[in-house]
């Protein structure tokens, strides 16, 4: 397994978690589908979604797999007025990250990050370690803090 920048930070820092590694299927690159691959309940498999707030910049949100961010509710935990998808293509110039592979640690640069508080019924929670095929389960506690982030409602 090649080790990512984010795998070597948690390990660097001693803080508890777990690499699962899967097998890319490039028609698929679903966080429903990793679940299925990694034999994880979907809504513990947790995809990044980066998004563009009018007046906020850019934003990362953290919601179950299964969901779709509420932009509105995305907007409202910025503080802005509105918030956009980032269009894919630009999606490696903003964070370094590939679709499939984007962490919601250890992006280019900081932003405001915002964890749907789902994650808090589980004890561990899958996101990507920043490459297509591999996931670190760690404490959304841990996340949160990692990220500088909140928890709040996302999905509709």
């Known amino acids: 397994m090649e080790k990512t920048t984010v795998i ?6 001693h803080i508890p978690f777990q690499v699962l590694e899967y097998e890319v299927d490039e028609t698929d690159l679903s966080a429903t589908h990793a679940a299925e691959l990694l034999g994880l309940e979907a809504d513990r498999v947790f995809k990044t979604i980066v998004l563009e707030g009018e007046r906020s910049g850019y934003l990362v949100c953290v919601i179950p797999g299964t969901c779709e961010v509420d932009v509105k509710k995305a907007a409202r935990a910025a503080g802005d007025k509105a918030v956009r998808p980032l269009p894919l293509r630009e999606l490696e110039a ?3 990250y ?4 984007c962490s919601p640690l250890l992006m280019k640069k900081k932003f405001p990050t915002y964890i749907d508080e789902t ?6 929670i899958s996101v990507s370690a920043g490459r297509r095929g591999l ?21 509709g």
Do not use: K, N
């Open 8 to 13: 070597r930070m948690l390990e660097q820092q």
């Open 94 to 96: 903003v964070t370094g």
């Open 98 to 101: 590939i679709r499939g592979g």
């Open 119 to 124: 994650a808090l019924i589980f004890e561990s």
């Open 135 to 155: 996931q670190i389960l760690i404490d959304p506690q841990v996340l949160v803090e990692l990220s500088q982030g909140v928890f709040c409602d996302l999905i």
